[in-house]
C-alpha cells in the first residue's frame, strides 16, 4: 500500500507555496485519472499529492478574442458545450470519445495534455486548432504553442513549479471547420492506435484557404503535418489533391511498432484518414 499526503489548496498562491516546500517529492492531481493508475502500477511514488480540485476558478469554456479553456475543464463539460460542438469541433469529436462518461467527468484537459500520453486524445484537435498553453508560475504566466509544448512520451516544457491554466485557440480566419477521427482498434473505451485531426479554412470559391492537421501516435510526441498543410493551401478540395496530401503527411510522420498496431499500418491509415478528415470538416463549414 503506496503511503502519501493529500493536500487541496483553495488559491493558486497556496498551490505554488506548496510547490515550493515539497518540490519534485510533490505531484499535482487534477482528474486523478492518470495519477492514481501510475501510483497503482507503481510508476509514480509521490510523498505529497497537491490537488487541483479546490481551484474551481480554472473549470470555465469562454469565447472573448479567441476561446479560453480553463486547465480544469473536464471532458464532459467538452462533450456537453454547444459552442465547442459547433465552433471547435473536432475537440468535441476527441471530448466525447475519451474513456466512458464516468471518467469523462472527473478526468480534465489539462490532465490530458499535462500527462503528455503520444495518444492523448485532445492533443491532435488542439494541434490542428492552433492552441496555446498557458503556464502559470510564481513568477507569473507564459504561453507556450501547443506544438512545442511536448518534448517527448510524457515529457513537456513545464517546469516544475508551474501550472498548466489555460488552453487559448484563436478564432480561425474565414469559413472554418474541424474534425477528429480516433482510430481504435474497438468501437469501445479504448486509446486510440492512431489520432488524426483537420481544421480547415474554405475561400469563398472554396478553395482551401488555411489547412492544419494534428498528428498524435504517429511520432514520438503529438506533431503537426506541416508539409501537408502547406501542399493543401491554396488549392481546390479535390480527390486528387486531398489524396497526395494524405501520402505526404504519412511521410512526414515516424510512428512505431507497439503492442496496438504496427508503423506501417499507422502510415497507411494516415493517409486514408487525411482525405476523410478534410471533407468532413469541410461539410462541416458547408452546414453552418
Ligand atoms: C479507464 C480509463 C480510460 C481512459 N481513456 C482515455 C482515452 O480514451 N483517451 C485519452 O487520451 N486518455 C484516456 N485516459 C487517460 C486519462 O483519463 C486522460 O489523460 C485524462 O484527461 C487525464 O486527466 P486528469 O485530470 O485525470 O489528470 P491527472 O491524472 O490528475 O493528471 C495527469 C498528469 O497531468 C498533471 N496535471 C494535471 N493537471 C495539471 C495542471 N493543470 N497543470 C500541471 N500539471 C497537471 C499531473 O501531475 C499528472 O502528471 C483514460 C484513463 C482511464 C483510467
Redesign the pocket.
Known sequence: MMDYDYMKPASMKEVFTLLKEYGPKA????????????IRNRE?SPEVLIS?RGLHE?RYIRKNDGYHIG??T??RMLEQSDMVKGELSALHD?AS????VQ?RN????????????P?????GPLLALDATVV?EGPDGRRSVPIADFFTGP?KTV?KGD????EFHIPEAPGRFGSAYW?H?RRRA????LLGLAVGLALSESREIFDARIGLTVAAPVPMRAHKAEEFLKGKPLEAEVLEEAGEIASSEASPRDSLRSKAWYRREMIAVFVPRMVRLAAERIRDK
Request: glycine content about 10%.
Open positions: 505531484t499535482l492531481i487534477a482528474g486523478g485519472t492518470d495519477v492514481m493508475v501510475n509514480l487541483l480554472l486547465a480544469l473536464t471532458h476527441a470519445q475519451l474513456g466512458s471518467v472527473v478526468a480534465t484537459v489539462g490532465g490530458n495534455i499535462c500527462n503528455a500520453a495518444s492523448a486524445d485532445t492533443a503556464l510524457s513545464r508551474e501550472v498548466l491554466v480516433k481504435a473505451m479504448d486509446l486510440p
